[in-house]
């Protein structure tokens, strides 16, 4: 799957992309009252580019450069963009 083919509310099987930025992890509070750590990351591939939010020490796998494959996501809109959420089932592996 490539980047300009995801839509929101859809699944994302896989999908392999380049990290090219990585924001510092930063604590939010969830919708269910606990406390997480949050990162965010922006993928890029030949067609496009998105950014995917990394729970907890899934923040910690990667770093700026690496190609990455992302396995079980989910595409959802966050302050009017798309974005990439990995969920329970969701994977990230640096190839």
Same mark, same amino acid.
């Given at each position: 799957?490539?980047?300009? *083919?995801?839509?929101? !509310?859809?699944? &994302? *099987?896989?999908l392999e992309a380049? &990290? $090219?930025?990585?924001?510092?992890?930063?604590?939010?509070? %969830?919708?269910?009252? =606990?406390?997480? %750590?949050? %990162?965010?990351?922006?993928?890029?591939?030949? %067609? @496009?580019?998105? /950014?995917?939010?990394?729970?907890? =020490?899934?923040g910690d796998k990667?770093?700026?450069?690496?190609?990455?494959?992302?396995? /079980?996501?989910?595409?959802?809109?966050?302050? @009017?963009?798309?974005?990439?959420?990995? @969920? =329970?089932? !969701?994977? $990230? =592996? &640096?190839?």
């Amino acid at each position: 799957m490539k980047i300009k *083919d995801l839509i929101v !509310g859809r699944n &994302v *099987d896989s999908l392999e992309a380049r &990290v $090219i930025d990585k924001s510092e992890p930063r604590r939010v509070m %969830t919708r269910f009252g =606990r406390e997480l %750590t949050v %990162t965010t990351a922006k993928l890029e591939d030949d %067609t @496009g580019s998105i /950014n995917i939010s990394l729970w907890g =020490r899934d923040g910690d796998k990667v770093k700026v450069g690496d190609r990455v494959e992302i396995k /079980n996501a989910f595409v959802k809109e966050f302050r @009017g963009e798309k974005q990439l959420t990995l @969920g =329970r089932r !969701g994977v $990230i =592996r &640096v190839l």
